[in-house]
């Protein structure tokens, strides 16, 4: 059965940094492209960052581009999201994901970033 469980999350001012995990249980992980969504209030899933399953390639929403940084841990079955300066617009639910449109996610961990 697949389990992502994401932590890291919290209150940050603008300009501030957090790094979410994500520990992965019940697939292969080191087969897997795994990726970060978010949720904004009152707004849909929107696809943050993908990582491919050897951890070479990254690709990134414009918006974050520069700022955000994912990787892996194929050993300790983990995934990253290093996010520094952070904008209010960062402000949602972050979720680790199996696939691109988040439908198999774990239950998420909330950033604000907020004066």
């Known amino acids: 059965q697949v389990q992502l469980v994401e932590s890291g999350g919290g209150l940050v001012q603008p300009g501030g940094s957090l790094r979410l995990s994500c520990a992965a249980f019940g697939f292969t992980f080191s087969d897997a492209w795994m990726y970060w969504v978010r949720q904004a209030p009152g707004q849909g899933l929107e696809w943050v960052s993908t990582v491919s399953a050897s951890g070479n390639s990254t690709t990134y929403k414009n918006s974050v581009k520069g700022r955000f940084a994912i990787s892996r841990d194929n050993a300790k079955e983990m995934v990253y999201l290093q996010m520094n300066n952070l904008k209010s617009d960062d402000t949602a639910v972050y979720y680790c994901?199996?696939?691109?449109?988040?439908?198999?996610r774990g239950q998420g961990t909330q950033v604000t970033v907020s004066s």
């Open positions: 994901a199996k696939n691109r449109d988040g439908l198999v």
